[in-house]
């Protein structure tokens, strides 16, 4: 396998496939959550499908922590890996992109095109690196808003994501109650747990030892010389969370990787640990070590709560419909916080629904469960639609 380079960013000048792009803050600076500007603020977003003449089949899909607009679509040389939620977006499925206008939106401060760290700095053109600030989830649904004016989307149908994904859409449903009808966030929560931020704060620091990651500016070192092994090290400590025990006992057990040797290695693998190190090593040629990072602290910042008084003030503001996905078997946001959600929403006042996803498969259910997910969004969808 070659080297990889600094950043596996999107980069300007590289072919864009079926990203579309709009930019904001062009005559004034975009004030974000934490205090921090930017200016001329590209979003790299895709699109399926048509609006309808009275707007009202158009769905945003938001994308979790590495995930990026290209939410269906084959694999090609410049969008890397397939969909990442094909059997759920597609001709006649749950989000048909025959009769809905399917939009999904890399993040602000993500890495697939959107401006990010790795995006060149309007004052001198070199990668923002270090000097990005932090970003919350608030401010991406804020510039979600904007691509929504730009596409003549007043209201949304629904606003449905995984993981960080729900985590947009419930600050949709908070931040712009009048400009969405339903929200489906999965696997999400109403703000991050000790847990939950105890993992992404070892990814963090998993990083910040790297060497190569340099405080942050990194993008002019040469292949293989990147904060590659921090990155790495980062993706597989999140694997383990994004899967359940069981799944892992049933697939690896406590088989070897590496052939048996006399007297014992230290080093000598289990199957579990090279599809760990599989994950790792492929992950740093689609993704930007500083997105990981600032998308990471997004989600341990994400509160509902956080300046509106209180979790109960938050909620009251939501009018959409709710439907609250979970799973069974999710350590990372385990069920009961979905479950949550929906009693809290509907004591609030607005319609909330739980329904829960039967597998074995932990976090990454959402990805991998698709006809579960795809059939329970259809039938929340068919009476929203009523």
């Known amino acids: 396998m070659k080297r990889p ?67 269906t679509g084959t694999d090609d040389p410049v969008h890397r890996t397939p969909g990442w939620w094909e059997g759920v977006v597609g001709p006649g499925l749950a989000l048909d992109t025959e009769r809905h206008y399917i939009v999904c939106a890399n993040v602000v401060g993500g890495c697939q095109g959107s401006t990010g760290p790795a995006s060149p700095h309007p004052e001198d053109g070199r990668p923002y690196g270090s000097r990005f600030p932090v970003v919350t989830v608030r401010d991406m649904v804020r510039v979600q808003r904007s691509l929504a004016d730009h596409l003549g989307v007043a209201r949304w149908l629904s606003v449905v994501g995984g993981s960080m994904g729900g985590m ?27 847990q939950q931020i105890a993992w992404t704060a070892i990814g963090r620091r998993a990083i910040r030892l790297d060497p ?22 980062a993706r597989q400590i999140a694997q383990v969370t994004f899967r359940s025990d069981e799944v892992f006992t049933d697939r690896f057990g406590r088989s070897l ?11 000598q693998r289990y199957e579990v640990e090279r599809y760990l190190d599989y994950h790792g090593e492929k992950l740093v040629y689609r993704f ?7 998308l990471g602290k997004a989600m341990d910042l994400h509160d509902v709560a956080r300046g509106r008084g209180s979790r109960t003030a938050a909620l009251a503001r ?64 068919a009476v929203v639609e009523t």
């Open 212 to 233: 190569g990651w340099n405080g942050g500016d990194y993008y002019d070192a040469a292949p293989g010389e990147g904060p590659h092994g921090g990155l790495a090290i």
């Open 257 to 267: 990787a590496d052939a048996t040797t006399e007297p014992l290695d230290l080093w």
């Open 318 to 381: 939501i009018k959409a419909s709710v439907l609250s996905l979970g799973v069974w078997s999710d350590l990372l946001f385990p069920s009961y916080q979905q479950r949550r959600l929906a009693e809290l929403v509907s004591a609030a006042g607005a319609p909330g629904t739980y329904a829960e996803i039967d597998s074995p498969h932990g976090h990454d259910a959402f990805l991998i469960d698709v006809d579960q997910v795809g059939d329970t969004i259809a039938k929340f969808l």
């Open 288 to 294: 930007d070590a500083n997105s990981y990072l600032l």
């Open 5 to 71: 380079p600094a950043t596996g960013a999107w980069r300007p000048g590289d072919d864009p496939g079926r990203r579309q792009f709009l930019r904001v803050a062009v005559d004034r600076p975009f004030i974000l959550d934490g205090g921090g500007r930017l200016r001329d603020v590209d979003i790299a977003y895709e699109t399926w499908g048509r609006l309808a003449p009275d707007g009202g089949n158009a769905v945003l899909v938001c994308h979790a922590w590495t995930g990026d607009s290209h939410v």
């Open 168 to 194: 947009q859409a419930l600050e949709w449903a908070i931040m712009f109650p009048e400009r969405v009808a339903s929200i489906i966030p999965v696997c999400a929560c109403t703000e991050a747990t000790a």
